[in-house]
């Protein structure tokens, strides 16, 4: 019923990603929808998600986690809905906001659930049941799949490359200069990313995949944004680190060859790459 992808069109969403983590943001917060039938959708499936906790419960670790997960979930849906983006098979952007929420739910869920790679499917046969099948306000859920684990390890990273891109964007081109945030946490959070990142594509092998070419796009977005920030650079106290100024990842390759002196380094790496997973 949910089978397993790995392809190309699970990406497609990221030419669009900044637009997919407002929405995403907005529905995790408190933000409230604007037209009626949405609000009426939302308020239709209030007790559902105690439901699908209790039928999920054998697999779920976090239930109060479980179910804001469901809630948010329902509440993206009809986010998405309420701004005319996507949803319904004919509109513009279907195949961009499916894929949106497959991967969200993805990430989400596995975080909520005992051996997340192989129980998700379980797990998400309950929430659909749970959600499916309203003859006035039905969802359709049909375009979720279980994503690969890697595939879905990769996404996680370059989807918190363009979270923390979209916080520096924000306080670079239009938070007034006397309320400017720190650019330095959300640069330095873009550069343990993008040394996970760099580090899958300097494979020969993976240099070409949909994963790298998303990288470079967003290396390319992140290059616009710094002359920005260098062009009125007094007006904030801290720097903006260049992608190039992340730590060298060469002492992985070092390290991986053998090298005693890049062990120590590589720990250090292994160590993020760890810390990463268990965030997500």
């Known amino acids: 019923m949910y089978s397993q992808v790995q392809n190309v069109e699970i990406y497609e969403f990221f030419d669009d990603v900044e637009y997919y983590i407002k929405i995403a943001k907005n529905a995790e ?36 986690g479980a179910k804001r997960i469901c809630e948010q979930f329902i509440k993206l849906y009809y986010s998405l ?85 979209s916080e520096l964007k924000t306080i670079i081109n239009t938070t007034p200069q ?20 760099k580090y899958i594509c300097n494979d020969d092998n993976n240099k070409e995949s949909m994963f790298c070419q998303k990288l470079k796009s967003f290396k390319s977005k992140y290059n616009d944004l ?14 903006l680190l260049k992608l190039e100024e992340c730590p060298n990842n060469k002492i992985i390759t070092t390290a991986v060859t053998g090298s005693i002196i890049g062990l120590i380094p590589l720990l250090g790496i292994l160590y993020k790459v760890s810390e990463l997973n268990i965030k997500l």
Request: overall charge neutral.
């Open 178 to 197: 006397q309320l400017k945030r720190s650019l330095l946490p959300f640069s330095t959070e873009c550069c343990t990313y993008y040394i996970q990142a």
């Open 226 to 239: 710094y002359n920005k920030f260098d062009g009125k650079r007094s007006q904030f106290s801290d720097n």
């Open 29 to 64: 917060g408190n933000v409230e929808l604007s037209k009626p039938d949405c609000i009426a959708a939302l308020s239709a499936f209030e007790g559902k998600c105690d439901s699908f906790v209790k039928s999920s419960r054998t697999y779920i670790t976090d239930e109060i």
């Open 81 to 165: 809905k309420d701004n005319n983006k996507c949803i319904n098979k004919g509109d513009f952007d279907y195949n961009k906001c499916s894929k949106f929420l497959n991967y969200w739910i993805n990430f989400k869920l596995r975080k909520s659930i005992k051996n997340g790679d192989s129980t998700f499917c379980n797990v998400y046969g309950h929430l659909d049941g749970q959600l499916t099948g309203n003859e006035k306000y039905n969802i359709y859920l049909g375009f979720i799949d279980d994503i690969d684990k890697d595939d879905l390890y990769k996404m996680n990273i370059l989807y918190n490359l363009y979270v923390n891109y």
